[in-house]
């Protein structure tokens, strides 16, 4: 039998090297303002655009955490709720909202690359948790992989339905 894999999967080598990313263009962004700070659009604006993200984004990773909490103490692979609509709904939270809507506050280019460097980091990455997860769950988990995107809904799949 495979041993299990931490409730953390792959996490760690994701989100570590993110926030590592995240002190110099924040450094970067204290120190430079004037280079940094995206002045030509309003305040506002990136306070309303990064608030919408996180009030989306905050609840939607609450309910992701807790349904893998769960699904991960019974060792069974989760593949409904908004995991029926992303295979890594935890990860896509990050790069698509919290992180974005975190990095609109900050009004900071330099940190607006950030989910662009967790995707990147994701994409390598996630590779061992796919291959962890096809040894444990076998046929179960291939099938869901070919239904259900890897950050992303399928769409024309859930049209045809």
Same mark, same amino acid.
């Given at each position: 039998?495979?041993?299990?894999? /931490?409730?953390?999967? @792959?996490?760690?080598?994701?989100?570590?090297? /993110?926030?590592?990313?995240?002190?110099?263009?924040?450094?970067? =962004?204290?120190?430079?303002?004037? $280079?940094?700070?995206?002045?030509?659009?309003?305040?506002?604006?990136?306070?309303?655009?990064?608030?919408?993200?996180? $009030?989306?984004?905050?609840?939607?990773?609450? @309910?992701?955490? #807790?349904?893998?909490? #769960?699904?991960?103490?019974?060792?069974?692979?989760? =593949?409904?709720? $908004?995991?029926?609509?992303? #295979?890594?709904?935890?990860?896509?939270?990050?790069? +698509?909202?919290?992180?974005?809507?975190?990095?609109?506050?900050?009004?900071?280019?330099?940190?607006?690359? =950030?989910?662009? +460097? =967790?995707?990147?980091?994701?994409?390598?990455?996630?590779?061992?948790?796919?291959?962890?997860?096809?040894?444990?769950?076998?046929? /179960?988990?291939?099938?869901?992989? #070919?239904? @259900?995107?890897?950050?992303?809904?399928?769409?024309?799949?859930?049209?045809?339905?």
């Amino acid at each position: 039998m495979i041993p299990k894999m /931490s409730f953390w999967g @792959v996490g760690p080598s994701i989100m570590l090297p /993110s926030l590592a990313y995240i002190v110099p263009a924040g450094l970067a =962004t204290l120190f430079w303002p004037d $280079v940094c700070l995206i002045q030509s659009i309003s305040h506002g604006v990136f306070l309303a655009a990064g608030g919408l993200l996180l $009030v989306l984004g905050l609840p939607l990773l609450f @309910v992701a955490g #807790r349904a893998l909490v #769960r699904t991960h103490q019974r060792d069974e692979l989760l =593949t409904t709720g $908004v995991y029926a609509l992303s #295979r890594n709904p935890i990860y896509a939270i990050w790069i +698509f909202l919290i992180f974005p809507g975190l990095m609109l506050l900050a009004r900071s280019w330099p940190l607006l690359l =950030t989910p662009i +460097f =967790t995707y990147l980091l994701f994409k390598v990455r996630i590779r061992r948790e796919d291959e962890y997860l096809e040894a444990r769950f076998g046929e /179960s988990y291939r099938k869901y992989r #070919r239904e @259900v995107g890897e950050l992303l809904p399928r769409l024309k799949r859930r049209i045809r339905q």
